[in-house]
């Protein structure tokens, strides 16, 4: 019995050895987001200059740490952003926490994303930190954000080459509001307590969007 179960667990060991080599080196990505909230696309639905995204943030890291999760809380970080479209506290986080090691590169854009346009960011990702986080405000909005979260690079024992999605709108839970109000009026600040769940918008009967797509990501290793 006691053979067995040492027998076991030094094929584990053998296992994971084997499953951690099979990592190595470490690949660098370009994330696009598309913002599709054009007057064209959205009608009525959306006031007649369309929305933009405000500027892009993200970064590249492990997964001893997450910057939100879907159905979790909004940090202050992402709360800013979702209200505000300003990423300075996230991206001070980010780098804050490069030096712990379980970030790599923390990126933003220079400005926003009008509607019909691209921005691009790009990190690097090694084995030990392979996961991409990316995110801006729709804007202007209560606190309705885009974002991938969490996504791994390396998957079935490679650095993926490419992938592409949809971008649907998420409620950050921390303001009540449901008009595309101006950011930074305070009178027109509801929040929203207790905090909410980060969720899909379309999950709230008022979404204005309809559960439409309101952007694309796609992701492609450049190097
Ligand atoms: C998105 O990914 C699919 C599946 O890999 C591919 O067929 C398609 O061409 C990609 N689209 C874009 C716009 O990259
Ligand atoms: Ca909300």
């Keep these: 019995m006691i053979r067995q179960v040492t027998a076991f667990f030094l094929s584990l060991a053998l296992f994971q050895a084997v499953a951690e080599s099979a990592c190595s080196g470490r690949a660098v990505y370009r994330v696009t987001f598309t913002n599709l909230l054009t007057a064209e696309n959205f009608g009525d639905l959306i006031p007649p200059n369309g929305l933009v ?21 909004a940090s202050p970080q992402v709360e800013q952003i979702a209200e505000t479209g300003q990423n300075g506290r996230f991206v001070t986080q980010a780098k804050n926490m490069q030096r712990t090691g379980k970030v790599f590169t923390v990126a933003a854009a220079d400005g926003p994303s009008l509607p019909g346009t691209d921005t691009s960011l790009f990190f690097a990702v090694d084995c030990a930190r392979p996961f991409i986080t990316m995110l801006g405000m729709i804007a ?55 905090q909410m769940n980060i969720v899909p918008l379309v999950e709230d009967e008022t979404d204005r969007f309809e559960g439409r797509i309101v952007g694309r990501f796609n992701i492609m290793r450049i190097q």
């Design 53 to 73: 995204f405000s500027p892009l943030a993200g970064a590249s890291h492990s997964n001893r740490f997450s910057f939100f999760t879907i159905r979790g809380f």
């Design 140 to 194: 202007p909005s209560p606190d309705w954000i885009v974002q991938i979260n969490n996504r791994n690079m390396f998957r079935n024992g490679m650095f993926i080459p490419r992938e592409n999605g949809t971008l649907i709108a998420y409620d950050t839970g921390t303001d009540d509001g449901r008009e595309f109000t101006p950011p930074g009026d305070a009178s027109l600040d509801m929040p929203t307590e207790p």
